[in-house]
């Protein structure tokens, strides 16, 4: 089942955010706020969209939607909870649908069918056997293409959604989503739990198509990636023409450049995982530099972040730190996508960085990155600069006002207002008025009246909330009210709800010198030898039944979440 407050906290803001915008406050609240939104009345909204990385050679759009929006489409699929899981039950092939059930885990919008890679992987290799030939495709930009009106095509059938007049769960939905992209019928937007239901919805519709005509082949579904395994070859274009054809029916289409076929024997990993492993031993300053060979090589960025969640569990001796350091930083700037993993690393060894090498590696990522509206990777150069309490030149600080970025802005914000002693908000006085100047014309009213200005329902709408509830445009006796002038915001500036952490805090591991590595297999057995341990231990014992089986239990959850949470590697 679908819980609102899980679906709002851990499912609202993209997870590739610097971990200082929250929606924990939010889903805390949640029961009040769902009360204000039954008050206000609103159509549309247009979201926060920001440029973000997919690949080395994509781009990827994110969005956060008006929370106000975002509320209504969680109440309304939480309130048609059952008929969406009557479509998501049809298929046995998704490994990324959410499943009914009544516990959620810790830090998931809903309970899932797979959680990790992990999952992923051993539920493709169980479909290998005897299979000889494999198809992976892809669907061509699946969100982006998803035309809302399908959803009660999926959920009710084509002929009896056009027959509606809006009456059915399918159209209340298709009308949620409609209103958080400004009304828009072609795609929904990325980033949130909401949408990736949505998705679901539709592909588990086509899941079960596929599954009734080719009963004989292996097949699963990650998201919009499919597996396909078959004996017969002359099965092969059968099977593209039924999914390109199904995928028509609700305006998707395949990515045809993708589309690959694959003889026997089959292997899931990507080659660079054999290689890494042969060099996981070496210190750390040998494991990086084989691993900026690899990268060169293979030019995939998930060879670089499994080096720094390594890198960060090493314990990194002092004296190498200086000749570390310096590759590391050579690494943030060329792909400042992984700022959030190098982060934690140079917090970690905080009494030995450089600083100044920080400093300029940040004006290296703002000079390539605004100019490109590279948002995401902007923004966490900015969140660096906070982190390290860094003071970045006035030329940077306005090209950070001028960059549209809003969640840079709302950190720059936070920096000059919360350290006077470095940042004046006077220096920056002709920049910041022109900023509000620039927002305001977005207010569409033209009214004056801020009570009803479109203001809040604008793209900045993020900005404006939190520049309102944090008074940080309220210069020389102004007054930037546009929140709290709204009924809807007014409501959460009052109770001090907010979506930018100011206070956040990182947590890390201070001693590591007894950290060792091991390969799941090895704790696997490890966790089953201390339980064959005990069994052993408690056969004289009173109670002995009851005890074992405690333990069992517990043995058997701690193995489960091994599987689900460790790496293979």
């Given at each position: 089942?679908?819980?609102?407050?899980?679906?709002?906290?851990n499912?609202?803001?993209?997870?590739?955010?610097?971990?200082?915008?929250?929606a924990?406050?939010?889903?805390?609240?949640?029961?009040?706020?769902?009360?204000?939104?039954?008050?206000?009345?609103?159509?549309?909204?247009?979201?926060?969209?920001?440029?973000?990385?997919?690949?080395?050679?994509?781009?990827?759009?994110?969005?956060?939607?008006?929370?106000?929006?975002?509320?209504?489409?969680?109440?309304?699929?939480?309130?048609?909870?059952?008929?969406?899981?009557?479509?998501l039950?049809?298929?046995t092939?998704?490994?990324?649908?959410?499943?009914?059930?009544?516990?959620?885990?810790?830090?998931?919008?809903?309970?899932?069918?797979?959680?990790?890679?992990?999952?992923?992987?051993?539920?493709?290799?169980?479909?290998?056997?005897?299979?000889l030939?494999?198809?992976?495709?892809?669907?061509?930009?699946?969100?982006?293409?998803?035309?809302?009106?399908?959803?009660?095509?999926?959920?009710?059938?084509?002929?009896?959604?056009?027959?509606?007049?809006?009456?059915?769960?399918?159209?209340?939905?298709?009308?949620?989503?409609?209103?958080?992209?400004?009304?828009?019928?072609?795609?929904?937007?990325?980033?949130?739990?909401?949408?990736?239901?949505?998705?679901?919805?539709?592909?588990?519709?086509?899941?079960?198509?596929?599954?009734?005509?080719?009963?004989?082949?292996?097949?699963?579904?990650?998201?919009?990636?499919?597996?396909?395994?078959?004996?017969?070859?002359?099965?092969?274009?059968?099977?593209?023409?039924?999914?390109?054809?199904?995928?028509?029916?609700?305006?998707?289409?395949?990515?045809?450049?993708?589309?690959?076929?694959?003889?026997?024997?089959?292997?899931?990993d990507?080659?660079?995982?054999?290689?890494?492993?042969?060099?996981?031993?070496?210190?750390?300053?040998?494991?990086?530099?084989?691993?900026?060979?690899?990268?060169?090589?293979?030019?995939?960025?998930?060879?670089?972040?499994?080096a720094?969640?390594?890198?960060?569990?090493?314990?990194?001796?002092?004296?190498?730190?200086?000749?570390?350091?310096?590759?590391?930083?050579?690494?943030?700037?060329?792909?400042?996508?992984?700022?959030?993993?190098?982060?934690?690393i140079?917090?970690?060894?905080?009494?030995?960085?450089?600083?100044?090498?920080?400093?300029?590696?940040?004006?290296?990522?703002?000079?390539?990155?605004?100019?490109?509206?590279?948002?995401?990777?902007?923004?966490?150069?900015?969140?660096?600069?906070?982190?390290?309490?860094?003071?970045?030149?006035?030329?940077?600080?306005?090209?950070?006002?001028?960059?549209?970025?809003?969640?840079?802005?709302?950190?720059?914000?936070?920096?000059?207002?919360?350290?006077?002693?470095?940042?004046?908000?006077?220096?920056?006085?002709?920049?910041i008025?022109?900023?509000?100047?620039?927002?305001?014309?977005?207010?569409?009213?033209?009214?004056?009246?801020m009570?009803?200005?479109?203001?809040?329902?604008?793209?900045?709408?993020?900005?404006?909330?939190?520049?309102?509830?944090?008074?940080?445009?309220?210069?020389?006796?102004?007054?930037?009210?546009?929140?709290?002038?709204?009924?809807?915001?007014?409501?959460?500036?009052?109770?001090?709800?907010?979506?930018?952490?100011?206070?956040?805090?990182?947590?890390?591991?201070?001693?590591?010198?007894?950290?060792?590595?091991?390969?799941?297999?090895?704790?696997?057995?490890?966790?089953?030898?201390?339980?064959?341990?005990?069994?052993?231990?408690?056969?004289?014992?009173?109670?002995?039944?009851?005890?074992?089986?405690?333990?069992?239990?517990?043995?058997?959850?701690?193995?489960?979440?091994?599987?689900?949470?460790t790496?293979?590697?």
């Amino acid at each position: 089942m679908f819980e609102a407050n899980k679906l709002v906290e851990n499912g609202y803001l993209p997870i590739e955010l610097p971990p200082c915008f929250t929606a924990k406050n939010i889903s805390e609240n949640y029961e009040s706020i769902k009360g204000w939104v039954s008050g206000v009345k609103k159509n549309v909204s247009v979201p926060l969209i920001y440029n973000g990385f997919k690949n080395i050679n994509a781009r990827r759009r994110f969005a956060i939607p008006n929370i106000y929006h975002y509320i209504k489409a969680v109440q309304c699929i939480v309130k048609y909870n059952n008929d969406i899981f009557k479509i998501l039950n049809k298929s046995t092939a998704s490994l990324s649908k959410p499943v009914d059930g009544d516990v959620i885990p810790d830090n998931e919008p809903y309970k899932k069918a797979s959680y990790k890679i992990n999952d992923t992987k051993e539920n493709i290799e169980k479909l290998y056997q005897d299979n000889l030939f494999e198809i992976k495709l892809d669907i061509n930009s699946c969100f982006y293409n998803i035309y809302t009106h399908a959803i009660p095509w999926a959920m009710h059938g084509k002929e009896i959604a056009k027959k509606s007049n809006g009456r059915l769960p399918g159209d209340k939905i298709d009308e949620c989503f409609r209103s958080m992209n400004y009304g828009q019928t072609n795609g929904i937007l990325i980033g949130n739990a909401a949408s990736r239901i949505i998705s679901e919805i539709i592909l588990c519709n086509i899941d079960q198509n596929i599954q009734d005509n080719f009963k004989n082949i292996g097949y699963c579904r990650f998201v919009d990636d499919y597996f396909i395994f078959l004996k017969d070859s002359s099965q092969i274009q059968n099977i593209i023409s039924f999914v390109r054809n199904e995928l028509s029916k609700y305006e998707l289409s395949i990515n045809e450049n993708k589309l690959k076929i694959i003889e026997s024997p089959f292997v899931y990993d990507k080659e660079w995982v054999g290689e890494i492993q042969l060099f996981i031993h070496l210190d750390s300053e040998l494991f990086l530099n084989k691993i900026i060979y690899l990268y060169t090589k293979y030019k995939d960025n998930s060879i670089l972040r499994y080096a720094f969640r390594v890198l960060y569990l090493q314990n990194i001796k002092n004296r190498y730190w200086k000749s570390i350091e310096s590759k590391i930083i050579n690494l943030w700037v060329t792909a400042p996508i992984n700022s959030d993993l190098i982060l934690e690393i140079l917090l970690d060894k905080k009494e030995c960085i450089s600083k100044s090498n920080i400093k300029f590696g940040i004006y290296s990522i703002l000079d390539k990155c605004i100019p490109l509206d590279h948002d995401i990777e902007t923004t966490w150069a900015v969140w660096f600069i906070k982190i390290f309490n860094i003071k970045i030149n006035k030329e940077y600080v306005c090209k950070i006002l001028e960059s549209k970025n809003s969640l840079a802005i709302i950190i720059l914000l936070d920096i000059i207002h919360s350290n006077q002693k470095v940042y004046s908000v006077q220096t920056y006085k002709k920049d910041i008025i022109e900023l509000v100047t620039e927002l305001q014309s977005y207010d569409t009213d033209n009214s004056g009246d801020m009570k009803n200005s479109n203001l809040m329902w604008s793209k900045y709408w993020l900005l404006v909330y939190e520049a309102d509830l944090n008074n940080w445009f309220n210069i020389d006796n102004s007054k930037f009210e546009y929140a709290r002038k709204n009924d809807f915001f007014k409501n959460l500036i009052k109770n001090n709800i907010y979506f930018y952490d100011k206070e956040f805090k990182y947590k890390y591991i201070k001693d590591k010198e007894n950290l060792q590595y091991v390969t799941k297999t090895d704790f696997l057995k490890y966790t089953t030898k201390i339980n064959e341990l005990i069994n052993k231990t408690l056969k004289s014992k009173k109670d002995r039944n009851k005890y074992l089986k405690d333990i069992k239990n517990i043995e058997e959850k701690f193995t489960e979440r091994i599987y689900r949470e460790t790496s293979l590697y």
